[in-house]
Nanobody, 125 residues
């Protein structure tokens, strides 16, 4: 099981760090990803990380602002969000995939096997 936390209300330009804690080992999943869903919009992939060696993937909308990392000893994956914008407002979910991902599949929600509950991030002045 996965559990996301760390959401909150922040101002544009601020930073926020989300955490995704795994009840078992993060290495039980080949990839752990962050998705987000804004009101009235489809769920979209934000970032994903290969748990074995830390290879990351990012959506273009967050590249250069967000950083995904993992600490397998702590069974946790992080999403460091910098220079946040109002359009980053959404419920953020973490998800784990048992299968292998690549650049054209990591952002597809149906490829993921387990999902945590969401954590709300609101960016507003």
């Amino acid at each position: 099981q996965l559990q996301a936390s760390g959401g909150g209300l922040v101002q544009p330009g601020d930073s926020l760090r989300l955490s995704c804690a795994a009840s078992g080992s993060t290495l039980n999943y080949y990839h752990i990803a962050w998705f987000r869903q804004a009101p009235g919009k489809e769920r979209e992939g934000v970032s994903s990380i290969r748990t074995t060696d830390g290879v990351p993937y990012y959506a273009e909308s967050v590249m250069g602002r967000f950083t995904v990392s993992r600490d397998n000893a702590k069974k946790t994956v992080y999403l460091e969000m910098n220079s946040v914008k109002p359009e980053d407002t959404a419920v953020y979910f973490c998800a784990g995939a048992l299968g292998i991902m690549n650049g054209s599949s990591w952002y597809v929600p149906s490829k993921y096997d387990d999902w945590g509950q969401g954590t709300l991030v609101t960016v507003s002045s």
